[in-house]
């Protein structure tokens, strides 16, 4: 089963690739993919060189090390790419510049981590893993941005190792504390803006779990202190200003020029603006596209995934079982990932990129959300897929 899901991925990267090649002259692939090509001449001529610039060359640290400050955001989001082209450098090494080939090298990893995020789950809800199989691998979104040579995969296993790290550290395993260490820096280098979400929900988890909190009542909590300090600490901290980081994130994507772009307030620092985007925000991770507004097929497939997930999310909300409750493991996710959904919407004006950068999440949300529900297949497809299995 485990290596039919990994070609499962495979297949789905090398669909992603073919679909982007045939649809756009240039994409971040094909970028990734020639800027590698051209590192890769340095081999030839001078391989102490190449591997020296290969191995070490991470840009300008010493004067970046300030994650708060607005204006190193640029290097920290450059950092993600820098560490992307040299993986596709390496794996232009091993197949000779194939880009398909390479989709099994990027796979092997986005898959191990995947493959955690999966166990994170099933340690606790054995009951729950077909379904869970499912919406942690299978979502069409997921399956697709998920497999790509894109840093969306590498965000994936992130998360993966993270929550089965945080998760591990409850049976007081000895590679959990590693394991997390590692998650966090690793999402940290691919997507440093992330990092700094996820960080206070881990610390909150934990305090939930030692003092035994409700934790439905105390991520409730939770939510509007951080959404109180969100939009006060800039006023006693002026060096520290999350409005400002947001909307200095919103400006670097309103520069960018995409063929599915859509109208967002533009945010100024200032409490009125973001009250002003975020209904604009919620309409665009949630229900964008609208029918009939752009008349391409890859953009009603999107609208076909958005609309499905949404449709699944508020239904299995409206499922949500009253003693599963109980247990912070799951709420911990489904916070996170509401919040990271209205950030996604905040910043990013395009929904072909609203589309792909939350497929990573929605396959940390959507299981959260079929554990609470308690969601079942019916006992005749339990039986089938295990007969198949068999």
Known sequence: ??????????????????????????????????????????????????????????????????????GNAVYWTDLGRQFHVKFMTLCNILSFGHLY????????????????????????????????????????????????????????????????????LKEKRKSAMPGLVLGLFFLFIVRYFYFMLIVPVLLFWF???????????????????????????????????????????QAEFLTLQGGSNMYLPVLDFTLKSYFQAIPYALDHVFFQPHPGIYNKWVIYL?????????????????KIKKYRLSDPFLWGPVFFVLIIY???????????????????????LIPALVVLSDAKLPAKWERQLESWIK
């Not at 999107?302 to 409206?318: C, D, K, N, V």
Request: aromatic residues 20%.
């Open 342 to 364: 209205v950030v996604i919407g905040l910043t990013v004006p395009n929904i072909g990129a609203i589309v792909r950068y939350k497929s990573e999440f929605t396959a940390l």
């Open 207 to 249: 305090i939930i779990e030692y003092f035994r909190l409700k934790p439905l009542l105390a991520y409730t909590i939770f939510t509007a202190l951080s959404m109180v300090l969100f939009f006060s600490i800039g006023l006693l901290f002026p060096q520290f200003n999350p409005m400002q980081i947001i909307a200095h994130k």
């Open 1 to 70: 089963m485990i290596s039919g899901i990994f070609l499962l991925k495979v297949v789905a990267g090398c669909v992603n690739l073919l679909v982007y090649n045939r649809i756009y002259s240039e994409s971040d692939m094909s970028f990734y993919h020639w800027y590698s090509l051209v590192d890769l001449q340095l081999l030839s001529t001078d391989p102490t060189g190449f591997f020296q610039e290969w191995l070490l060359n991470w840009g300008d640290l010493s004067h970046h090390l300030n994650i708060f400050k607005p």
């Open 101 to 168: 080939v390479n989709v099994i090298f990027f796979n092997f990893f986005f898959f191990l981590g995947q493959l955690l995020l999966y166990k994170a789950f099933y340690t606790k809800y054995r009951e729950d893993k077909w379904l869970l199989l499912f919406t942690v691998f299978a979502i069409p979104t997921v399956l697709f941005w998920c497999s790509s040579i894109n840093k969306d995969g590498w965000v994936m296993a992130a998360l993966g190792i993270i929550l089965y790290s945080a998760n591990s």
């Open 302 to 318: 999107a609208m076909l995934g958005t609309w499905t997930e949404t449709l699944l999310i508020i239904w299995l909300f409206l």
